[in-house]
């Protein structure tokens, strides 16, 4: 059985103020009240567990400015999908026409494997006042649960909560402020949100812009963990030599799609060339 989902250009952003978002009609309990809550144990599944990911003739107008300009590729259930391109290039407003956050003409559909699962999202980054007193915990629990941050960790949710900040090591600063953090340690803590509830489908917008390499290391033993786990990952990534490495497919976005491949037959000069040499916007 498959479930099968299209997202129309008048859909109400499923994301709203959170970092993550659930499939339409999902009810909220499937997010916050079940054993999806947990971060860890990835176990290999027998058939992914992800959609299927059909943008067909996606476009997308500003004003005068295109910004798509009738995008169509597929993402396979349980892949690493890499979106690669120059900045200005339409990636991240794809990203978001995805989450329903921005309207769209064309067709965006998700194909489940059964029941419409968890839609998780990662940002590029997060900047925090350094005199804000939100701590990691608090942080957490304000993305991860329903009880109000300034009551604490739910004890429902504080044994997925460490578990996630373990994995991405930040479990011994779990008490310092957000803001006192550096930018590699504080995209470390946005992944860490990711995995809470344990999403099926998971965007990325340049996870590794901020990590060091010790970070880097944590994010590609976790993408190697969502591809095990059936997780459908589409991932916005610059590090084109990480991309070679550990994409299934790599779609090259500037405005329109320039080609749509595996890494060895996507990652030529030639196709690099074209990709980002071309100028990224035209009026409409």
């Known amino acids: ?158 044994g997925a909560i460490g578990e996630a900040l373990e994995r991405v090591g930040m479990q011994d600063k779990r008490k310092r402020r957000m803001g006192a953090l550096s930018g590699g340690e504080r995209q470390r803590v946005l992944l860490a949100q990711g995995l809470i509830p344990a999403p099926q489908l998971l965007v990325l917008d340049e996870p590794m812009s901020a990590l060091d390499e010790a970070g880097i290391q944590v994010f590609e033993r976790l993408l190697n963990d969502w591809r095990a786990a059936g997780i459908t990952v589409l991932w916005i990534e610059h590090d084109l030599e990480a991309v070679g490495r550990l994409a299934n497919h790599v779609t090259g976005l500037n405005r329109r799609v320039l080609f749509d491949a595996a890494p060895q037959q996507a990652l030529t000069p030639e196709r690099l060339l074209s990709l980002f040499s071309t100028h990224p916007r035209s009026a409409a």
């Open 1 to 158: 059985m498959t479930s099968k989902e299209t997202i129309s250009n008048e859909l109400e952003s499923p994301v709203g103020t959170s970092l993550l978002a659930k499939a339409p009609d999902q009810p909220t309990s499937v997010l916050n009240d079940t054993a999806h809550s947990r971060a860890g144990r990835i176990v290999a599944p027998s058939l992914p567990q992800g959609p299927t990911l059909d943008f067909a003739e996606v476009c997308l107008t500003l004003g005068r400015t295109t910004i798509l300009d009738n995008v169509t590729f597929q993402v396979q259930p349980g892949s690493v999908h890499a979106l690669v391109g120059p900045n200005g290039g339409g990636k991240s407003s794809l990203i978001k026409t995805l989450l329903g956050q921005m309207p769209h003409q064309g067709q965006l559909s998700l194909q489940w494997p059964g029941a419409p699962g968890t839609i998780g999202y990662v940002p590029q980054a997060l900047e925090f006042d350094r005199g804000l007193p939100m701590t990691v915990d608090d942080f957490m629990a304000a993305m991860c649960q329903r009880r109000p941050a300034f009551l604490g960790l739910s004890k429902h949710y504080a």
